[in-house]
């Protein structure tokens, strides 16, 4: 394969064709990246369902071995185009990717495969492919050198290594993916980013992101998907009880970056939440 090949546009008549061969790739990373930081969902997808208003969801097996699962939710009508790369090459295996991209050629969500090119390519033989005559704008977040001064976010460093279940989302433009619900066990440090690596999850968050959190009273969660919330935490209308809390997180000069936090009200001390 040439280079001129590595990085192609799929041709298809209707994006959900393209969706519903996303089971068939096996192991993916379901990966959006914005603000500083990038969340990752790792696993097989078990199956894809489209809604009257566009929204697809992609369906896998949550921690226990239950299906279910819900891993990411995109707005179909904003994909535009489907950048196909086979470049991305680590320790002489390919790990290929669809990039879902709006009008202006910029990243909803990014799929790749952890199983090589033959699934991969299995799974998109009915569509041709076109060339492109320019590389595509790296979404990746460029990486800071380490300081001293270094820390974790604060709602993150409340519940890192405690045995207490939160949930951790990320809302930004027309996708939105969800951790499963459980316990962070550990957050690194590493280059310049605040880490939390899972078999199934991954959260890389860029020192200096994260300006400080805020609580969001009446939260909007996708139809019928709660961020993968247990039974009892929502209650009527989908609010939550008075003892659990939503914290997103803001930039520094107070935008939203998408990124959230559901855990027990009683874990977050608000004088060390709302200042960062």
């Given at each position: 394969?040439?280079?001129?090949?590595l990085?192609?546009?799929?041709?298809?008549?209707?994006?959900?064709h393209?969706?519903?061969c996303?089971?068939?790739?096996?192991?993916?990373?379901?990966?959006?990246?914005?603000?500083?930081?990038?969340?990752?969902?790792?696993?097989?997808?078990?199956?894809?369902?489209m809604?009257d208003?566009?929204?697809?969801?992609?369906?896998?097996?949550?921690?226990?071995?239950?299906?279910?699962?819900?891993?990411?939710?995109?707005?179909?009508?904003?994909?535009?185009?489907?950048?196909?790369?086979?470049?991305?090459v680590?320790k002489?295996?390919?790990?290929?990717?669809l990039?879902?991209?709006d009008?202006?050629?910029?990243?909803?969500?990014?799929?790749?495969?952890?199983?090589?090119?033959?699934?991969?390519?299995?799974?998109l033989?009915?569509?041709?492919?076109?060339?492109?005559?320019?590389?595509?704008?790296?979404?990746?977040?460029?990486?800071?050198?380490?300081?001293?001064?270094?820390?974790?976010?604060?709602?993150?460093?409340?519940?890192?290594?405690?045995?207490?279940?939160?949930a951790?989302?990320?809302?930004?433009?027309?996708?939105?993916?969800?951790?499963?619900?459980?316990?962070?066990?550990?957050?690194?440090?590493a280059m310049?980013?605040?880490?939390?690596?899972?078999?199934?999850?991954?959260?890389?968050?860029?020192?200096?992101?994260?300006?400080?959190?805020?609580?969001?009273?009446?939260?909007?969660?996708?139809?019928?998907?709660?961020?993968?919330?247990?039974?009892?935490?929502?209650?009527?209308?989908?609010?939550f009880?008075?003892?659990?809390i939503?914290?997103?997180?803001?930039?520094?000069d107070?935008?939203?970056?998408g990124?959230?936090?559901?855990?027990?009200?009683?874990?977050?001390?608000?004088d060390?939440?709302?200042?960062?």
């Open positions: 394969m040439s280079e001129r090949q990085q192609t546009i799929l041709c298809a008549a209707n994006i959900e393209v969706f519903e996303v089971p068939s790739i096996g192991k993916v990373m379901l990966m959006r990246s914005a603000c500083g930081i990038t969340f990752e969902r790792i696993g097989p997808v078990a199956s894809v369902t809604e208003d566009k929204q697809c969801r992609f369906i896998g097996t949550g921690r226990e071995g239950q299906p279910g699962e819900w891993h990411a939710q995109i707005d179909s009508s904003a994909i535009r185009s489907v950048l196909v790369d086979r470049s991305n680590m002489d295996k390919v790990y290929p990717r990039v879902l991209r009008a202006d050629n910029r990243s909803v969500l990014t799929i790749i495969g952890f199983d090589g090119l033959e699934p991969f390519d299995r799974a033989s009915r569509f041709s492919e076109s060339s492109i005559e320019v590389d595509p704008v790296s979404e990746a977040v460029s990486i800071a050198a380490p300081t001293s001064s270094q820390r974790v976010p604060d709602a993150l460093s409340l519940v890192a290594g405690k045995d207490v279940p939160v951790l989302s990320f809302i930004n433009g027309s996708s939105y993916l969800a951790r499963p619900w459980g316990p962070v066990d550990e957050i690194r440090l310049g980013f605040v880490n939390i690596i899972e078999p199934d999850f991954h959260l890389h968050v860029k020192e200096g992101a994260i300006g400080w959190w805020q609580e969001e009273e009446n939260p909007a969660f996708p139809r019928g998907r709660a961020a993968n919330l247990p039974a009892g935490i929502l209650g009527e209308a989908a609010t009880r008075n003892d659990w939503h914290l997103v997180a803001c930039t520094p107070g935008s939203l970056t990124l959230s936090i559901i855990g027990e009200r009683s874990i977050f001390r608000s060390l939440w709302q200042l960062g």
